[in-house]
T-cell receptor, first 114, second 116 residues
Framework: AQSVTQLGSHVSVSEGALVLLRCNYS??????LFWYVQYPNQGLQLLLK??????LVKGINGFEAEFKKSETSFHLTKPSAHMSDAAEYFC????????????FGKGITLSVRP | NAGVMQNPRHLVRRRGQEARLRCSPM?????VYWYRQLPEEGLKFMVY????????ESGMPKERFSAEFPKEGPSILRIQQVVRGDSAAYFC??????????????FGPGTRLTVT
């Protein structure tokens, strides 16, 4: 079975500050990892994904994440927060043989202070 | 290319009524996933369907819930005799095929079900 842990439910940063959202996963097989963003009353939008290859992946809106197998982590970062980044962020995992069904973490709400 | 469509966006039902949620996948996508998001929680997988087939329903409650994806028309998630605990946001996602180099799912805007 797979699982995703997103520690904490809320992160607050100042505009222009570094954004770091943590994600740790558990998987007995090679994982495929995703970060999604959800704005209020909207669906989920894919920020970035790791399937194979380069472990540092870049996504939309200046976000990036690094797959670290030894730490079973896939933390999301952005060098400089913008007010428009305020949203809920979900980390998700799947693997070959799982029919691509996603297992999600509980999500982290990011607030950006002016 | 239109995205994943879900309707209605908001649905209010009284306890004991039936709820029908519809999902039209992206053009060219024949694989549909349903997820449920309860308050303060992440999304939980419910069911995975291809046209006319249920592939994986391991996340579906054993009673009152059913899903279909007919040859023609949208995928339907049906909840019979709704209870207050069914109040949640239900999201549909589609993909062209599972696996491959993408593993990517495209999500609809969700249907927010409120049971009164």
């Amino acid at each position: 079975a797979q699982s995703v842990t997103q520690l904490g439910s809320h992160v607050s940063v100042s505009e222009g500050a570094l954004v770091l959202l943590r994600c740790n996963y558990s998987s007995s097989v090679p994982p495929y990892l995703f970060w999604y963003v959800q704005y209020p009353n909207q669906g989920l939008q894919l920020l970035l994904k790791y399937t194979t290859g380069a472990t540092l992946v870049k996504g939309i809106n200046g976000f990036e994440a690094e797959f670290k197998k030894s730490e079973t982590s896939f933390h999301l970062t952005k060098p400089s927060a913008h007010m428009s980044d305020a949203a809920e962020y979900f980390c998700a995992v799947t693997h070959t043989g799982a029919n691509s069904k996603l297992t999600f973490g509980k999500g982290i709400t990011l607030s950006v202070r002016p | 290319n239109a995205g994943v469509m879900q309707n209605p966006r908001h649905l209010v039902r009284r306890r004991g009524q039936e709820a029908r949620l519809r999902c039209s996948p992206m053009k060219g996508h024949s694989h549909v996933y349903w997820y449920r998001q309860l308050p303060e929680e992440g999304l939980k997988f419910m069911v995975y369907l291809q046209k006319e087939n249920i592939i994986d329903e391991s996340g579906m409650p054993k009673e009152r819930f059913s899903a279909e994806f007919p040859k023609e028309g949208p995928s339907i998630l049906r909840i019979q005799q709704v209870v207050r605990g069914d109040s949640a946001a239900y999201f549909c996602a589609s993909s062209p095929r599972p696996g491959g180099s993408s593993y990517e799912q495209y999500f609809g805007p969700g249907t927010r079900l409120t049971v009164t």
